[in-house]
């Protein structure tokens, strides 16, 4: 069983930045691969950002490209999503999610993932 709980999220300025961080307990955090994905009202959970289990790949949405990334720190059994200038339509519920199997593949549809966040949620005022 593998707990997920993200944190850091909060309401910023349109042109600030957040940190947001997702600490993982149970299972063996080094082979995972970990995505963000996000929520914004009335609409469907999207991809944001993913990192496979070595850290040395990693894919970003095209709305996102260029203002987040995405790392992990496996000493520390967490993932980040550093996000700079951050604009009004990056306001959503975010949460990160889990793919256990042990591959290098870079998933961004719900369904590859095993284990999800509850969420933490990010509000850009303009």
């Known amino acids: 069983q593998v707990k997920l709980v993200e944190s850091g999220g909060g309401l910023v300025q349109a042109g600030g930045s957040l940190t947001l961080s997702c600490a993982a307990c149970?299972?063996?955090?080094?082979?995972?691969?970990l995505a963000w994905f996000r929520r914004a009202a009335g609409k469907e959970r999207a991809f944001v950002a993913v990192i496979n289990w070595s850290g040395g790949g990693t894919t970003y949405a095209s709305s996102v490209m260029g203002r987040f990334t995405i790392s992990r720190d496996d000493a520390e059994r967490t993932v980040y999503l550093q996000m700079n200038s951050l604009r009004p339509e990056d306001t959503a519920v975010y949460y990160c999610?889990?793919?256990?199997?042990?591959?290098?593949?870079?998933?961004?549809?719900?369904?590859?993932?095993?284990?999800w966040g509850q969420g933490t949620q990010v509000s850009v005022s303009s």
């Open positions: 999610a889990a793919d256990l199997n042990y591959s290098d593949n870079l998933h961004k549809t719900e369904y590859e993932y095993d284990y």
């Open positions: 149970g299972g063996t955090f080094n082979t995972y691969t």
